[in-house]
């Protein structure tokens, strides 16, 4: 949706992303191999699990983290303007499901869809 608002190019489920100067190169595997794609900056991109691998934080560097400061940011501090853009006209809740009808074999239902105009 962001890349859509914004017009820009989209690579999804990156499993190999790669920088030049003016364009990004994305790699992502689809169900017949590898799929590359090449997007003018600037693009969206959404990278899948394989793109890196995890680091996984220590105890003392966690309990480090614990006593940092946290900086509080709004969008206001980076120009951001967050002005809802859709609007909502309706919501309506689906209607209820009629019972169905049991049939002893398939001439019955055959009578039955024929007589709802259904089948011939």
């Known amino acids: 949706m962001l890349a859509g608002l914004l017009g820009w190019g989209q690579g999804t489920f990156a499993s190999r992303v790669t920088l030049a100067a003016d364009s990004v190169t994305v790699t992502r595997e689809v169900d017949g191999g590898l799929e590359t ?15 890196n691998e995890p680091r996984y934080a ?7 983290a614990k006593s940092k400061p946290l900086a509080q940011k709004t969008p206001a501090d980076y ?28 001439d019955e239902l055959a009578m039955k869809l024929q007589a709802m105009g259904i089948a011939k």
Do not use: C, W
Not at 80 to 98: A, C, H, M, N, S
């Open 79 to 106: 120009g951001v303007d967050v002005t809802p853009r859709i609007k909502t006209l309706k919501v309506v809740e689906p209607g209820k499901r009629q019972a169905g009808i049991k049939v002893a074999d398939v």
């Open 58 to 64: 220590s105890l003392p560097n966690i309990m480090k």
């Open 37 to 51: 794609d090449r997007f003018t900056l600037p693009a969206i991109v959404t990278t899948d699990l394989r793109l």
